[in-house]
């Protein structure tokens, strides 16, 4: 559904773009400095170059402006791996300080009834 909205915009934006170029054929003057010779461009050019411009400079102020938010991504992310190393080491080390587990200290040395933990609560 998503993707058929995509194109759908993608169309229509496409063929407004269309109509606006062929309704703009005209050329204008365009003077970049008052010391150079004049450009006669069609007006669409002019138009979709300035929206060009405007859209990578418009581009440029996002990334610069989230440039704070990849700095603080980079930090944690190092933070992170950091503290995973460490982690593991500590975790190594207490496997290693640990004395081995054996399967008869798994199992419980008394066993309390069913209902038992029931019981003692309502006694409190």
Do not use: C, H, I
């Amino acid at each position: 559904m998503v993707r058929l909205v995509y194109w759908a915009v993608t169309v229509l934006v496409a063929a407004a773009l269309a109509l606006f170029v062929v309704a703009n054929r005209q050329g204008v003057q365009l003077a970049l400095t008052p010391f150079t010779e004049p450009l006669w461009l069609p007006l669409w050019t002019v138009v979709l170059a300035a929206l060009a411009v405007a859209f990578l400079v418009g581009n440029l102020a996002g990334w610069l402006g989230a440039r704070r938010w990849r700095r603080e991504t980079r930090f944690l992310r190092r933070r992170l791996a950091s503290l995973e190393r460490d982690l593991a080491t500590k975790e190594g080390q207490l496997r290693a300080a640990a004395p081995p587990v054996s399967s008869a200290s798994l199992v419980p040395t008394t066993a309390s009834p069913p209902g038992a933990l029931a019981t003692a609560r309502a006694q409190r």
